[in-house]
């Protein structure tokens, strides 16, 4: 008996990561998805910037924040290679780099309120909202801890392969 519903795995058997976890992942790394969205339209950018961006001396630390969660999409995306080079440890940080980039965004949040005089700020408190949300989401999940456990090794056709 499989551990959950079929449409939770890949035509290999291996299981695929919750769909809200993507979203959560996109949600954390917004700062740099803005970023890169304000490089495309340069005549629209510092307008763009001021708007989104209004503590810009520390836009930088903004986008080192999203480091960790870039680096869970990293690995999630080259998780095929990984397992053709026999690596599959990494799959042990990705609950760990998630906690970890959610507490600094908390902790960013939380500097750029005290700078505003703790003023009520609807934006930032629903991405302080989210962040523990999905800190909340990702050590409770029960797929995400099937998956982790369904990724200690490669699946059957990549040992095949080599």
């Not at 990705?94 to 750029?112: M, R, V």
Request: proline letters at 6%; charged letters at 15%.
């Amino acid at each position: 008996m499989i551990p959950l519903p079929l449409k939770h795995y890949d035509e290999a058997g291996t299981v695929l990561p919750p769909r809200w976890f993507y979203w959560m992942l996109a949600i954390a790394c917004r700062d740099l998805l803005l970023v890169a969205a304000f490089t495309v339209i340069p005549a629209e950018s510092d307008r763009l910037y001021r708007i989104f961006f209004p503590h810009s001396d520390v836009l930088w630390l903004q986008i080192a924040v999203t480091i960790p969660f870039v680096l869970v999409i990293v690995l999630m995306s080259f998780r095929e290679h990984l397992w053709k080079r026999g690596y599959t440890g990494w799959r042990l940080l990705i609950k760990p780099l998630c906690t970890l980039g959610s507490l600094c965004q908390l902790l960013l949040i939380g500097s750029f309120l005290e700078r505003a005089g703790w003023q009520f700020n609807g934006y930032l408190g629903a991405v302080a909202l989210l962040m523990i949300a999905l800190m909340y989401m990702v050590n409770r999940s029960h797929h995400l801890a099937i998956m982790l456990h369904d990724w200690r090794q490669p699946p059957a056709r990549e040992q095949a392969e080599e």
